[in-house]
Structures are given as structure tokens and as C-alpha cells.
């Protein structure tokens, strides 16, 4: 699963974001009605996306995890400590 490589480069020794902390966002996320991914929504975007001679530089499917990401990231550059 695409979800599981976020997981392989966290080192709980060097990294603020533990892995079990991480996991279980994923898990709480995917085990909802929302979080329940559809492969055809995954291929038809893949089939539109790779042959195309421009588009985003990243792109994230479906919609709502796209939203839930621009909101972490922009909530990750506007922290203040």
C-alpha cells in the first residue's frame, strides 16, 4: 500500500514524528467511510495524469486526502514556537 512508504523513512530516534503516532492518524483516517480509497478513482487519475505533456508537479488523489494535506502543510508553515 502507497500509505505504507511514509512509514519507511521515519526513525523514532531522529524524527519529532514518531511512527506509531503517524500510524495511527493513517489507520483513524482510512478507517472511516471517507478514508476508504477507491483503486478505479487511483487508476483513472493515473491513466489521465502520466501521459499528459504538462500538470502539476505533484499530484494527490482522491480530493479530500489533497485538502487534508495542504491543510497539515500549511498549518506545519505557520506554527510559531
Known sequence: MAAENAFR???DTKNITKRADLKAKYDAMLGTPEGTLNPKEM???IIKIVPSE???FRNVVP???EDML???QTKA???II
Open 9 to 11: 523513512w521515519l526513525d
Open 43 to 45: 487508476i483513472d487519475a
Open 54 to 56: 504538462t500538470g502539476k
Open 63 to 65: 480530493q479530500f486526502v
Open 70 to 72: 495542504k491543510q497539515l
Open 77 to 79: 508553515w505557520e506554527n
